[in-house]
């Protein structure tokens, strides 16, 4: 056996012995846009600015209302459904409206791993109440914000993904700057 050939047994054994280890999976790769936003169209009862990312589309659920838009993220392949009602100086159906936006949230907590909630005070005085979720739950931020006697909006925000939600942390940050943007500018009309 020739020099070359020993050394090539050699090095062939010695490779052998190594175990291999699969590399894990990389995380989704995701190109967020930046924050720039524009005025929502006029059409509505309520008007705040909106990320120029998200395209304004009505709600095509069965039990879609007037006024309730999905904002539709395509790049990240998200949504933010809004839902309004009128509150027409109704006290009881302020109390229905805040209960089920709570019962709303609550149903996550089968699978959420803790609910963080926070109440926020938007600069023109409105308060808005948001809910962040937390663990594998399929709606990771909800929020409601009213007026008390005239106007109530609800919004959630989901990813039409299976993607885990670790892997979705940078995009959920990113809408929730959207998100607070949105509540921030939020104006109501005279009905």
């Known amino acids: ?31 967020l846009p930046p924050h720039e936003y524009t005025q929502l169209p006029d059409s509505l009862p309520y008007r705040f600015q909106l990320s120029k990312a998200a395209k304004v589309l009505p709600d095509s659920s069965y039990i879609a209302e007037p006024y309730w838009i999905d904002l539709f993220y395509p790049t990240i392949v998200a949504n933010v459904q809004l839902t309004y009602k009128p509150l027409k100086h109704n006290q009881k159906l302020l109390k229905e409206l805040v209960n089920d936006a709570y019962k709303l949230t609550s149903k996550h907590q089968i699978k959420a791993y803790a609910i963080n909630e926070r109440i926020m005070r938007t600069p023109s ?67």
């Not at 590399?23 to 190109?31: A, F, I, W």
């Not at 942390?169 to 509540?183: Q, R, S, T």
């Open 1 to 31: 056996m020739g020099k070359y050939s020993f050394i090539s047994v050699l090095i062939a054994l010695a490779a052998c012995t190594e175990t291999y280890t699969p590399k894990p999976k990389g995380y989704n790769r995701l190109d």
């Open 125 to 191: 005085g409105k308060t808005a109440v948001i809910a962040e979720l937390e663990g594998e739950v399929p709606s990771q931020l909800q929020f409601f914000i009213t007026d008390s006697t005239t106007h109530f909006l609800r919004g959630a925000l989901y990813f039409r993904t299976s993607t885990k939600n670790d892997s979705l942390a940078p995009a959920i940050e990113y809408l929730k700057i959207d998100i607070v943007h949105m509540l921030n500018t939020l104006e109501w009309k005279t009905l």
